[in-house]
């Protein structure tokens, strides 16, 4: 947001914008947090679970091949680990990986 004067509408504004933002970051950290709870519980009790990792995928040129020649080429999706520890007590969200900090930064760029 553009710093703008103490009071007014300008201010208003821009305090709403701040408090909207604010609020599809937390979407996307309880969202975050829900997925790690689930992979967990998969990992736990379900039936072939592989990891409790949530990761994040990024389309690259993987994903622009040919799904025959994706198969044989020997290459990967870009997936990237993601996480956040939640401490409640300290009212506070911890990123685990430089990935997570990317993913907040670039999901709340794009949803504002």
Not at 42 to 67: D, F, I, R, S
Request: charged fraction near 20%; glycine fraction near 8%; proline fraction near 6%.
């Amino acid at each position: 947001l553009a710093p703008v004067a103490a009071g007014g509408e300008d201010a208003a504004g821009a305090q709403q914008g701040a408090e909207e933002a604010g609020d599809l970051v937390a979407h996307l950290l309880s969202a975050m947090g829900a997925m790690q709870e689930l992979t967990r519980t998969h990992v736990e009790k379900g039936e072939k679970a592989l990891t409790p990792q949530v990761y994040w995928w990024c389309p690259g040129a993987y994903e622009q091949l040919p799904e025959h020649v994706a198969f044989a080429s020997g290459q990967v999706p870009d997936l990237r680990p993601v996480g956040i520890e939640v401490n409640r007590q300290e009212m506070s969200v911890t990123p685990y990986t430089a990935d997570t900090e990317k993913l907040i930064t670039i999901w709340s760029r794009d949803h504002a």
